[in-house]
């Protein structure tokens, strides 16, 4: 059993070194070749409660695809991670290292900041950029080498929306309180298009700033508005209820220390509408991993971990398709014609009809209450399905 480095140690680890991952290592790996995947996450600073167990889930996921096979020649993934802050400046900064000191061919970048922000160089090198989360509008025929393996609001946020008419007809009006950036307003506008295709009003609309810690007279505001169902975080939410908010709620994650922090009793009925990696319908794979990483680590194994390692097996799949690991062009076009078996059953790409290109990653689209202290499922639609009503709603790309 290795002995791990604290927290504190591995934090100064990061702000200084490149961490490089590899398969294996001495003479009996000498057949096997390398093929470095660039990852831009926080290491440092207020998101590394996030990049910290996404980078060591990372890890485990490499061990267990181990060695694969593209062409004939044996292949094992060389993780080299840079600490991106989620901020532009840090995008920048760690693509044009990886890229340039690095040489890879293949990347991602975690928030919506860092990914804008290394987009222009990853485009203008023909280096293949996974966005992460990050808003639709970055995805486009212009950036035809940026793609999202990760969900999307874009196809997401309807299926909510098509529950709760179905489930909770006495839900009339919506109100939404979402970080002011784009991660915040991705979020939002999907959903104000979304309400407003399902018949629904949208009577509160507030983007405060990501920073601020000052909630009550926010949630003051939201409480006299009294929306019937309010998208936001439990930050938000906590405060609405101490002022005496009784409505339904709903937001994209979930996390184990949501329900400690605002109290069970408090989120009971909570909708979450993206794939998290929680409940009794989890995958197995995906159930293990979570356990391995509490282990090993007694991290928790939430969305962003999910997503990542999600991303690294697609791409070992999607180049053993393709049969080459540095032509972008390819394996793009492998991308754009051929299902992947993934640990979330059978997936593929598309986009065309949304954004004008085949480069967003379909996932089953399922929307989860917590009951009691259980995460349950009550609503999911296949990817094709989830697709169809999201052309609906959204109409159709047009440049």
């Known amino acids: 059993m290795k002995r ?52 060591h889930a990372l890890e485990i996921a490499n061990e267990k695809i181990g060695e694969f096979a593209v062409a004939g020649e044996t292949y094992c993934w060389k993780l080299v991670i840079e600490d991106n802050k989620m901020t532009g400046s840090g995008g920048v900064a760690s693509a044009t290292k990886l890229i340039f000191e690095n040489g890879v061919k293949l990347m991602y970048q975690a928030g919506t900041d860092a990914a804008g922000a290394a987009q222009t160089i ?25 793609i999202s393996i990760s969900p999307t609001f874009l196809v997401d946020t309807p299926a909510l929306f098509q529950w709760v008419t179905t489930a909770y007809p006495g839900v009339k009006t919506v109100g939404l309180s ?47 508005i009294n929306p019937d169902l309010m998208i936001c975080d439990v930050l938000t939410l906590k405060p609405m209820q101490e002022l005496g908010y ?39 794979e995906v159930w293990d991993l979570s356990v391995e990483l509490k282990q090993r680590y007694g991290e928790e194994f939430s969305q962003f971990p999910y997503y990542l390692t999600t991303i690294l097996f697609v791409l070992t799949e999607v180049l053993e398709k393709a049969g080459t690991v540095d032509d972008v062009d390819r394996i793009l ?66 440049e």
Request: proline share 6%; net charge negative; hydrophobic share 45%.
């Open 178 to 224: 979402l970080a002011d950036n784009a991660f915040g307003h991705a979020i939002g506008e999907a959903a104000i298009d979304a309400a407003r295709y399902f018949g629904l009003e949208v009577v509160a609309s507030e983007w405060p700033p990501a920073e601020l810690t000052e909630l009550y007279p926010l949630a003051t505001k939201l409480v006299e």
């Open 4 to 55: 791990w480095l604290s927290l504190a140690a591995l934090v100064v680890l990061c702000l200084s070194l490149v961490i490089s991952v590899a398969c294996g290592g001495g003479e009996e790996e000498e057949r096997v070749k390398e093929v470095k995947f660039g990852v831009g996450m926080p290491l440092s600073g207020i998101y590394s409660f996030v990049g910290l167990p996404a980078m």
């Open 246 to 284: 009784e409505g339904r709620t709903a937001y994209i994650s979930w996390a184990e220390f949501f329900g400690e922090y605002i109290g069970y009793e408090n989120y009971q009925g909570a909708m979450i509408y993206q794939a998290n990696p929680y409940g009794a319908d989890l995958p197995q």
């Open 333 to 398: 076009e492998t991308m754009h014609t051929e299902t992947f078996d993934t640990w979330i059953g059978p997936v593929h790409f598309r986009g065309e009809e949304l954004i004008g290109i085949n480069n967003m990653m379909l996932w089953p689209t399922q929307v989860h209450e917590i009951r009691g202290e259980d995460y349950v499922l009550v609503f999911e639609m296949s990817p094709d399905e989830a697709y169809e009503l999201a052309m609906e709603v959204y109409g159709e790309f047009s």
């Open 122 to 146: 990853c485009e203008e090198s023909g280096v293949l950029l996974d966005m992460g989360l990050a808003h639709p509008q970055f995805l486009g025929p212009d950036k035809p080498h940026s």
